[in-house]
């Protein structure tokens, strides 16, 4: 079965830095476009980044562009979001997301992240 881990998370300074990795597992995992999205207290989840199944192509919110990076180690069914310059408002649960053709979204379980002083 399709397996979704985050992990990374913690409490940061603002102007700090920290690195999510979400572990993936049951289906090919380079075929595919992963996706980073966030949910913030109150909010709807929103995407943050995503990246295509080679690597070579990727999009940010413009919230996160040039601080953020979304990259993949398919060798090892990894995807990572590195994120620098934190700001209070990133603080949010944050999630990976893989689309699979015919099998629809699949999450994983979330890391929060929060950005404080």
């Known amino acids: 079965q399709v397996q979704l881990v985050e992990s990374g998370g913690g409490l940061v300074q603002p102007g700090g830095s920290l690195r999510l990795s979400c572990a993936a597992s049951g289906f090919t995992f380079s075929s595919y476009a992963m996706s980073w999205y966030r949910q913030a207290p109150g909010k709807e989840r929103e995407l943050v980044a995503d990246i295509t199944g080679a690597g070579g192509s990727t999009t940010y919110a413009d919230s996160v562009k040039g601080r953020f990076t979304i990259s993949r180690e398919n060798a090892k069914n990894t995807v990572y979001l590195q994120m620098n310059s934190l700001k209070p408002e990133d603080t949010a649960v944050y999630y990976c997301?893989?689309?699979?053709?015919?099998?629809?979204?699949?999450w994983g379980q979330g890391t929060q992240v929060s950005v404080s002083s």
């Open positions: 997301k893989a689309y699979l053709q015919y099998r629809g979204a699949y």
